[in-house]
């Protein structure tokens, strides 16, 4: 009775495994690449921090297919700006500069039709 509790828990382990990875993996299938960058030039790498007087760009590339993206600058203020219906040719990386100096958190959201295929978080360090 023991082995068959211990075997009836392993595989219900198993299951949750494979229900919770299935959503998982459903959501990257598109593949879309989006980051935010202290810089804009295409050699800029990914960056959580840059500091206020920095160039910084939101990046985006559609691996397979040329889509309609938007991209859209959440502020510490709770404001937003967004730049709207861009074309994305296929395997192209995009740069959308972000101009802001405001020290503070800010969220930067990439949509392809109404849907988010992507969120970054940054922050904008205060120039000392």
């Not at 598109?30 to 920095?54: D, F, L, N, T, W």
């Not at 219906?85 to 020290?103: C, D, E, H, S, W």
């Amino acid at each position: 009775m023991k082995g068959l509790k211990t075997l009836t828990a392993v595989l219900l382990g198993v299951a949750l495994l494979v229900v919770v990875a299935a959503p998982a993996s459903a959501k990257k299938s598109a593949g879309y690449r989006h980051y935010v960058a202290c810089g804009i030039s295409e050699k800029s790498k990914p960056s959580h921090s840059c500091p206020a007087g920095s160039k910084k760009g939101a990046f985006f590339k559609s691996p397979s297919k040329t889509v309609f993206y938007s991209v859209c600058v959440k502020f510490p203020s709770g404001k937003s700006a967004c730049k709207a219906r861009q074309k994305a040719l296929a395997g192209k990386l995009y740069v959308n500069p972000i101009t802001t100096t405001i020290p503070g958190r800010h969220e930067a959201s990439w949509f392809v039709g109404k849907k988010r295929v992507g969120h970054f978080v940054f922050n904008v360090a205060a120039n000392h």
